[in-house]
């Protein structure tokens, strides 16, 4: 009798034998989510903020600055051709051509050249040649430019009558700058500079220079 008491204990109603009693999630178990997303946009936030500041650093593209300085007159004469009844001039002049690199990396320059003008047309032109300009460095290339038998022929009268013979200097920067060497920026400087040779003194006066930049 007592044992079949205690098999009735243990029997269970078959109407509740199918309900599923929900259990609640423990409240540390639903934060962890949370954190999780917090951390993320947190973290994307601080790169974005990292990336922003690189970009306006590091990774920012300046231009090469390029300048003319100490042009001076080397030699000078001046004298009649009798047979092209043309004034003939012959100069050589000095200058030196500064080449500042701005940018974090290095500013690689090849092929470069100045240009001796005359009211526009080329008559005279030296090599600067090539090389490499470290970041944040300036180099100043020096470089000796020589006319012989420049012809006074256009404006030619006016020039000996002010006794100013007007050229221009130009000079030619073309490189690249590699940006953490993922990106490549080609860029060509230029510097334009006016010049005054006084034919009675023989001295040289180097007016205002422009400078241009071609990408």
């Known amino acids: 009798m007592r044992e079949k ?13 199918g309900t599923v009693v929900p259990q609640r999630v423990p409240y540390y178990k639903r934060k962890k989510p949370r954190i999780c997303c917090g951390v993320c946009i947190l973290i994307l936030v ?3 903020t990292v990336a922003a500041v690189l970009s306006q650093t590091i990774f920012k593209f300046r231009d090469p600055k390029v ?17 092209a009844l043309s004034p003939l001039l012959s100069i050589s002049i000095s200058a030196n051509v500064l080449v500042d690199n701005p940018n974090h990396y ?16 080329q008559v005279g ?7 490499t ?8 290339l020096h470089s000796v430019i020589t006319v012989e038998a420049l012809k006074l022929i256009l404006n030619g009268l006016q020039d000996i009558s002010s006794g100013i013979a007007r050229l221009n200097l130009n000079a030619v920067i073309p490189g690249r700058v590699n940006l953490a060497h993922i990106i490549k920026r080609h860029v060509t400087a230029i ?3 006016n010049i005054d ?6 001295t040289l006066k180097q007016n205002e220079c422009k400078r241009t930049i071609k990408l």
């Open 125 to 131: 032109v030296v090599e600067l040649g090539a090389g």
């Open 197 to 202: 040779i006084f034919l009675g003194n023989q």
């Open 106 to 121: 290095d500013f690689r320059y090849n092929n470069s050249t100045m240009l001796l003008k005359y009211h526009g047309d």
């Open 133 to 140: 300009i470290a970041s944040r460095k300036t180099v100043e």
């Open 46 to 48: 601080s790169l974005g």
């Open 67 to 83: 300048s003319l300085k100490d042009a001076k007159l080397q030699t000078i004469s001046f004298r009649f051709d009798l047979a």
């Open 191 to 193: 510097v334009d500079c």
């Open 5 to 17: 008491q205690a098999f009735g204990k243990m029997t269970m109603d078959p109407e509740l034998s």
